[in-house]
């Protein structure tokens, strides 16, 4: 059996070792398999998991290899799949009891490419509830549970991509893929301490993933590095004519790695001063060092302002507007009260009332604030921020005036209007974006540094993270789960 | 796909939303307004909501706005009132009180007439629905 350090490497590293034939995609996904059943349960991590489809896709994948056929960086590589996401003959829940059994004669396009890509699926990540899309208001709002962060598993993931952001920092796979409409990869990856990366809108198609809001939801890779997001991203990226969104081929296709595409040096970077309301002081100390690193790394760093506007209003807007139209037979039904979460049962009825003149006026602000957005792009590569306000928070509420901290409903409650957040933002303007680790708090809680790049540039967000991560060793820390 | 944006929606009203300058200065032209009593000429119908008739969990939106919340609420109520009991009434109303209050900037943001939407048609350009080149190209000599 495979040892855990095996299990933590890269997909390059493990790539490599396959070629070398140090160990079989056989070996890997049975070992893959068999911590993902011991360790999954104990962090509500997967909604299925997929042993018979893996062994039969490990065995294809290694009789290939053995024959000298590679088919890529993804090639024998197992990875699980948020279940929101489409895969003929398995169940697909959404997270939610009303799709409990609900399954799809069909695959959807990304599993598609990861198919013809060689890759092995070990099983759905479990997530919350429809990805959040009809509102929810603590991590227990899952159809499987309360997923349990492998760093300290009384606390929370994150979500919506909460299986996810569980499986890969547990070592329950390489890889894991996330779906981000407003910050569903960005924030699991901060909390669990992984590499995750939101892609520009419109790179990866969609077609067969569960829809909350068109013109903000993003497929995207949760990994152990940068350079594995866009070794992954390479494979699931390209123009999907059944995603009404997909963008055409010479913007969607991806290839890495390609140096020619990546931004001169010295990497100009603009660290944003005016983001998040409040910064938790270890998280901010976490990411002064982080960018401190960056400058010793060659970036060149400066200070810069977000531009002013209702972004995370019009974010709110537009998914809470779009969410109602997509869930309608849902809310119609009477359905969502079978959700888990009190708000999910009821927020569509209010999102019902807003108004047609509403959603348009929403519509043409987002088009001014990406204007605006753009502009900073002239003057810098990527942006940086802090990947979250604060680190993974508790999972359960706190019994009333336990000191020193305030409620967590409160603190939530601090977080979720927090006008400045950078997720609404990048998300509205559909922007890549890119999370890694860049230090722990003193409890031992992954902190995490964000890049956003301008739309369509998805190379600077992974070259400015890459850079990081090369003169870094966050991103190789992982949890003890053997103690779970 | 998102991270708990939904609870910005569970938001108690304790926390007030940033405001503007403009929007500072209408609400304290509308308070004004209400201290002093209803426009001249305008109709019973067209009067807001006095502010000593909102609730105190809308004080931080002008009268119209208190008022387009209960409209609002009262329309969901007739759709959908006999599925919910008393504390998901209560929920929806804060859920669309914070509604409003996000949709204020967004309805104080200055447009022009040009600025369109974020959302527009999309032709369908896909090579299969382009139109067929009829077998190979001719030779040059084959033009007449």
């Known amino acids: ?484 | 796909m998102q991270w708990p944006r939904k609870i910005v929606i569970m938001r108690n009203g304790e926390q007030k939303p940033e405001v503007s300058r403009r929007r500072f200065g209408k609400k304290a032209f509308t308070a004004a307004l209400a201290s002093v009593g209803p426009l001249r000429g305008s109709s019973p119908a067209a009067t807001p909501t006095s502010r000593a008739a909102q609730q105190p969990d809308t004080l931080d939106l002008s009268p119209a706005e208190s008022q387009e919340v209960d409209a609002r609420f009262n329309e969901t109520i007739r759709h959908y009132g006999d599925r919910l009991s008393e504390e998901q009434r209560t929920r929806i109303r804060r859920v669309l009180i914070q509604n409003q209050r996000m949709l204020g900037p967004i309805r104080e943001f200055t447009l022009d007439n040009g600025d369109t939407s974020a959302l527009s048609l999309k032709l369908v350009m896909e090579p299969s629905a382009q139109p067929r080149t009829a077998g190979k190209p001719k030779r040059a000599d084959d033009a007449r």
């Open chain 1, 1 to 484: 059996m495979l040892g855990e350090e095996v299990l933590y490497l890269s997909i390059s590293e493990l790539q490599s070792h396959l070629r070398r034939r140090s160990f079989s995609p056989v070996e890997l996904t049975q070992a893959y398999l068999e911590r993902s059943h011991s360790i999954g349960p104990k962090l509500n991590a997967y909604v299925t998991i997929t042993d018979d489809l893996a062994l039969e896709q490990a065995k294809a994948a290694e009789h290939e290899i053995r024959a000298g056929r590679h088919r890529g960086p993804l090639h024998g590589i197992p990875y699980a799949l948020k279940d929101l996401v489409a895969v003929k003959g398995y169940k697909t829940t959404w997270g939610a009891a009303p799709f409990a059994d609900q399954t799809f004669d069909y695959d959807a396009t990304i599993v598609e490419k990861l198919n013809r890509a060689g890759a092995v699926l070990i099983g759905k990540a479990a997530m919350i509830e429809l990805a959040g899309g009809l509102g929810y208001t603590n991590g227990n709002a899952s159809l499987t549970g309360p997923c349990k962060n492998p760093w300290k598993t009384d606390c929370w993931t994150c979500g919506s991509s909460s299986g996810s952001g569980a499986i890969v920092a547990a070592g329950l796979a390489p890889w894991a893929l996330g779906s981000d409409t407003r910050g569903s990869i960005i924030c699991p990856s901060s909390w669990c301490g992984v590499s995750g990366m939101r892609p520009s809108f419109g790179r990866v198609s969609r077609y067969g993933a569960m829809a909350i809001a068109w013109s903000m939801d993003k497929l995207g890779p949760m990994a152990r590095t940068a350079d594995d997001c866009g070794l992954i991203l390479s494979v699931i990226a390209g123009h999907d004519p059944k995603d009404h969104d997909s963008v055409a081929s010479y913007g969607a296709e991806f290839t890495y790695p390609s140096p020619y595409l990546e931004p001169r040096r010295p990497l100009r970077v603009g660290k944003l001063t005016n983001v998040w309301n409040k910064v938790d002081p270890e998280v901010q100390s976490a990411f002064e060092e982080g960018v401190r690193a960056l400058e010793k790394g060659g970036a060149r760093v400066s200070e810069v302002e977000m531009p002013e506007g209702p972004f995370e209003q019009a974010a709110e807007l537009t998914i809470l507007i779009e969410a109602a139209s997509a869930f309608q037979k849902l809310i119609h039904s009477g359905d969502c009260a079978k959700l888990a979460d009190p708000l999910g049962q009821v927020n569509g009825y209010a999102s019902e009332a807003f108004s047609a003149s509403d959603y348009i006026q929403v519509q043409r602000v987002r088009s001014v604030l990406q204007r605006k957005v753009d502009e900073l792009f002239d003057s810098f590569d990527v942006l940086t921020a802090a990947g979250q306000s604060d680190v993974a928070q508790p999972l359960t509420e706190p019994p009333p005036k336990t000191p020193p901290q305030p409620p967590t409903g409160e603190r939530r409650r601090a977080r979720a209007i927090d006008t400045k957040a950078p997720d609404g933002v990048s998300s509205l303007c559909g922007l890549p974006a890119l999370a890694v680790p860049c230090g722990f708090n003193n409890a031992n809680l992954p902190v995490a540094i964000q890049f956003i790049g301008r739309a369509g540039n998805d190379h600077a967000v992974i070259a400015a993270a890459r850079l990081f991560q090369r003169h870094t060793e966050w991103h190789k820390k992982h949890p003890n789960v053997a103690a779970l």
